[in-house]
């Protein structure tokens, strides 16, 4: 069974945690790019970043691994997931322990772009995504 995928953009969904079965299904779905952004270690029994690329790699799937916290979150952090957003063969899946930080990095990298912070809040929204705090974390990378 695949992941459950909420769509933010055209080619651009993020997802919570992902184990083998979810990279499996993502493969035989088109995924063509993963962005991985949990630190490894962050809950028992997660998938490694290095396993996680390997069994996307098997399926044909580019693979980014791009950890973040909330207190580790920088504007490298956030340029590099903008250039792999521009690059990055598409459709592209995002993904954290629930969806929340993939979404944040996203809005981030749309502000960057001239994108409203209140219209990318709502459209997280619309996914039971809570990124509200958008407004002063930008002002903070700045």
């Known amino acids: 069974m695949a992941p459950q995928l909420f769509r933010l953009g ?10 083998q079965a979810d990279i499996d299904a993502l493969g035989g779905a088109d995924v063509r790019t993963i962005i991985n952004n949990r630190p490894d270690g ?8 290095a396993e996680a690329r390997r069994i996307a790699e098997a399926h044909g799937i580019i693979y980014h691994h791009i950890p973040i916290t909330a207190v580790s979150l920088s504007r490298a952090d956030v340029a590099a997931f903008a250039a792999v957003l521009r690059d990055a063969p598409r459709p592209i899946v995002a993904h954290c322990r629930s969806g929340t930080r993939s979404a944040l990095l996203w809005a981030l990298a749309r502000m960057r772009e001239g994108a ?4 990318l809040i709502a459209e997280a929204a619309k996914h039971g995504i809570d990124i509200a705090g958008l407004p002063a974390i930008a002002a903070r990378l700045r």
């Open 10 to 19: 055209p080619e651009l969904s993020v997802a919570g945690r992902l184990d």
């Open 42 to 49: 962050e809950d028992t029994g997660q998938l490694p970043a």
């Open 116 to 119: 409203d912070p209140l219209s």
